[in-house]
């Protein structure tokens, strides 16, 4: 009877010991990915990107965008250049997105699959929370100075359903990072490049370059400058306020 | 010397390197915020339109014959000013139009916009002012823009007039379950020389809406009552349900509000009714980045199949007298009822509005194509518009449409005269 105990009893302990250690490592992972948050910007910030689509033939389309982040949540966006998609302004709550065009004039829902500018990023890309808020960390593996982490988007309401992320170790900044569906179809891979001073203590990749294997030859590029801390009221992430964002520069 | 090459080499391709990193440069301190900024565009369209000399709106029109094709061409100048001066801001937006083509020509001006505001403090902003004020999740219809005037069916998105009011905006953000909530109450004067076509008699309107982002879903309650129009109240909603669906509807009553016919002998009727309208969609993004958006449209006081074949009745009677006595007086009447019957958008009551976009097809980035149906689901006739977008230039905007108006002869899209027409628009902005 008692021998009959032993593997049972030795299988439930091993998968106590494997479990505790997966929950463990997720739990580390989920730490590192907070710091990685963290460590690519205040929580609350202002900052200026210049986001450029190129064609394979080497043509490119330019926008600039003034954004304001406040928390886990809530991040808006004003669109100063080309002249054709000035004060357009697009405004992400959570899993909720809006998009102002003045033309229009009244905020129109989005969905975070879709892309305000055309080109490899889409809205969820532009609009990004941070990854801590969207995923969780289920696998993670050290190679020499980088840590991989595999991510699980936490509702189905997050753009990318699983990514794997390349950590610099000592940085606590991301390098590479490849979006991937359920069925780990690559979607795309975002590259981190350019570690710059920002200064107020924040030093991180001043571009991020993506491409796909669903638009073969095309890439688009995020250009970051001017990034700095700053907290503004609630009430600025509203639809009311999204035809008057130029106000906050 | 094989090495003086190699290092010669290294050192073009670290050049090359240095180049291609040096590509990309951004520096915001060359955005920096100015108070005033002026931009718009010039457009220029040019359209074509195949008639249909049967349809009872040509004949109305031109009872001894006319044109089997009429060219027209439309050239645009869109301004828009702004001020942003802290709390203290002001918007102007101008429109002038340079109509030309076979049947004449003609020039306009509008003042769409022109107010001031004043952001008193994070939650309250007062605008007075002419201001364009959309209510509505809607894209093809909104039942519940109470403040704003008919979209353009064809090109909904088109900015169109404000009228002159006094508005104020109270919003607050919460962290539970209601995210945010906004009150907007404004007030609408109506004179002869200010608002002349908003409702019908002189006096103040006061129009107000309550927004709330609840458990991440727009809900907005309106209502607007005074003396130039009937008391009227609505709702609307909107949700993302998933990352590429989103839902949408709108709901409007008035107690009593007129409704107009005409009767077969030409008697204009204005019944007083009870007024429930009614939008529902849904917006989808497939795979292939194709975008549905699939509306569905009640206008309860609308024209009803019978309305039109009375209206049509009176119509060919008047065109028929007209042929056999040559008097004008019954086609002058038919119309100007005509018109008057237009005047109200849309004309029927049950509509199926169907539009299909799809983001750059075989990786073409910037060119969008797009097929659009409005469809009367009381007499089956239909507008379909095929289309094609590309903003591939910078600042550039071309497209390409043609609208195809199907029906039978005593139906809304068959009756029309234009049963085919051909457009072109370059826009370039600045």
Redesign the interface.
Known sequence: MTRHLKLPIGLLIAAAVFGSAVAASAGEGDELLKQVDRKLEPASYESYRKLINVEPDGKRKEFVLFTVKKGHDKVAMLFLEPASEKGRSTLRLGDNMWLYVPKVGKPVRITSLQSVTGGVFNNSDILRLDYSKEYTVTGMKKEGGTTILTLKARTKAVAYDKLIMWVDSARKLPTKIECRTAANMLIKTLYFKDIKDFGGGIVRPARVETDSPLHKGYRSVMLFSGLKARTVKDEVFTLGFMAKMGTLR | MTLRLTCLCLLCLAAGMVAA?EE??????E?E?EPF?F?G?LELRPTLSLLDRCAPAYELGHPDGGPGAEARYLLRAHL?G?Y?G?DV?ARLRTEADLLGGDSGGDAAFTLQEAYA?W?VN??L?LDVGKK?V????G?SWSPVAFLDRPKDADDP???REGFNMLSV?Y???FSGSI??A?L?LAAVPRTSDINPDFGDTDGTSYAGRL?L?WD?T?IDLMAISGDSGPVRYGMDF???L?????I?GEWSTSPSEPRLTVAPDGTLRADQVSANRLLLGL?Y?TEDDV?YILEYQHNGPGLSRSDMDDFSTYAEDALEQYRATGDTAALARARQLSRLLQSAQPLGRNYLYLRASM??PG?I??LTPAITLRMNLDDASFSLAPEAVY??F????LRGRAYLLVGEPGSEFGGKPGQTRFELMA?L??
């Open positions: 990193e990309f440069t951004f520096d915001a301190s955005y915020a900024s931009g565009y828009e702004a942003d802290g801001y505001g952001q994070p939650y902003t364009q959309k209510w509505g999740t894209y998105d088109l900015p905006d919003v607050k953000a995210q945010n906004a907007t927004h982002l991440n727009d909107a949700r993302n998933q990352t590429n669906l989103a949408h917006r993004l975008t983001q750059e990786g980035l910037y903003t591939g910078t600042n550039w905007e826009r902005y600045f």
